[in-house]
């Protein structure tokens, strides 16, 4: 490799990693991860009749369970990973779900084509794009030393 690209390189990440790599940017990545779970997860806590809604409109029964489940999940794995204890498991947890939730709610290949389909296939793969940043951070925080 050049040595001068190396070296720029170089410069620009030594110009990047004390904004880039503290502490509090961190924080607000893991806030961006966990942002549409903490809304989803109050949102149903503040409307649990729309939870309801939602749980029916999927087939989930029963919704009550399902409701209470999700909220749970939601907002108690979202709190493990922007606290840090047991950031894995949270990551692990909200990866799993989105997973099995991505291939309920947006099975786009079962859609006609235009705009329906071309939409939720585009959520689709934004949330595999969302389980991916999940998984690195599980991946990360299993790489700390006890």
Not at 50 to 59: K, W, Y
Request: charged share 10%; with cysteine.
């Amino acid at each position: 490799m050049n040595t001068s690209s190396t070296s720029f390189s170089d410069r620009l990440a030594n110009l990047a990693r004390p904004v880039f790599g503290s502490a509090a940017i961190r924080w607000l990545a893991y806030l961006g991860l966990c942002a549409a779970y903490l809304q989803g997860g109050f949102n149903k806590l503040t409307d649990f009749n729309g939870a309801l809604g939602e749980m029916t409109h999927f087939g989930l029964q029963p919704a009550a369970l399902f409701a209470v489940l999700v909220i749970v999940l939601e907002l108690g794995a979202s709190a493990m990973i922007l606290t840090g204890r047991l950031r894995w498991l949270g990551a692990l947890a909200l990866a799993a779900f989105t997973l099995m939730a991505t291939f309920l709610a947006l099975r786009y290949w079962e859609l006609p084509a235009g705009p329906a389909r071309f939409g939720a296939a585009n959520s689709f793969y934004e949330h595999l794009g969302l389980i991916g940043g999940f998984l690195l951070v599980a991946w990360l925080d299993l790489q700390k030393k006890p």
